[in-house]
């Protein structure tokens, strides 16, 4: 297992469009989490998995965002209807929740968004 | 909702200075995670920190944890050019990181 992967690295769309983003945790990684980075700022919780159980979704997030984690094993982020300001770094990290286990993240290489 | 603060924003060194970034949460946390962030990378874990008034070291690196559990802080003893990077903590929120607002560090030779 090479880590945690998102597909695309990069990602360019027009205002109005609807993209996706894919990500492969690791896979004795049971917790999958999203996040969004803007240039300067820490990374911004976006949403969160155990399994194929979406458990908690930011309160900053609009109903454009979806996500899902299908059978437990890697997710999609899907934003609808882009707009300028979704334009970022959005990442994709995994956890091991089991106990006794180190739970520090294991962050993949992000999708760049930029909507023109 | 949980803040974490950092202070500095940013640091500018001499290679051989030491550095520290403070964290400050807003909230008592079960934890307290350090990340590094490379120029154009991604964040990589450091080390996580559980106890009250805990001190961990990793070579030059030494992570405290506050005894309230409500703040930490990170020290680079004798700066090198490839410490460069942004420093975040991470606060333990209820099953999800709450990440600060990072340091970011430059280092001259």
């Known amino acids: 297992d090479t880590g945690v992967s998102q597909d695309p690295r990069h990602k360019i769309t027009k205002r109005g469009q609807n993209v996706t983003f894919r990500c492969d945790p690791i896979?004795?990684?049971?917790?999958l989490y999203w996040y969004r980075q803007t240039l300067g700022q820490g990374p911004e919780f976006l949403t969160y998995?155990?399994?194929?159980?979406?458990?908690?979704k930011s309160r900053l997030l609009s109903d454009r965002f979806s996500a899902e984690r299908p059978k437990g094993s890697f997710s999609t982020l899907e934003i609808q209807r882009t707009e300028q300001g979704d334009s970022a770094m959005y990442l994709c990290?995994?956890?091991?929740?089991?106990?006794?286990?180190?739970?520090?993240?294991?962050f993949g290489s992000g999708t760049r968004l930029t909507v023109v | 909702g949980q803040q974490v603060m950092q202070i500095p924003q940013y640091q500018h060194v001499q290679e051989g200075e030491d550095f520290t970034t403070y964290c400050n949460s807003s909230?008592?946390?079960?934890?307290i995670q350090w990340y590094k962030q490379r120029p154009g990378g991604h964040p990589v874990f450091l080390i996580q920190?559980?106890?009250?008034?805990e001190v961990k070291k990793q070579k030059r690196l030494t992570f405290q944890f506050g005894e309230a559990k409500k703040n930490s802080s990170l020290h680079i003893t004798a700066t090198q050019t490839t410490d460069v990077g942004t420093y975040f903590c991470?606060?333990?929120?209820?099953?999800?990181?709450?990440f600060g607002t990072g340091t970011r560090l430059l280092v001259s030779p």
């Open positions: 990290a995994s956890s091991d929740g089991r106990a006794g286990r180190p739970n520090g993240y294991t």
């Open positions: 896979s004795e990684h049971n917790r």
């Open positions: 998995f155990q399994n194929e159980a979406q458990l908690e």
């Open positions: 909230t008592t946390l079960s934890n």
């Open positions: 920190l559980v106890k009250s008034g």
């Open positions: 991470a606060g333990n929120g209820f099953q999800k990181l709450v």
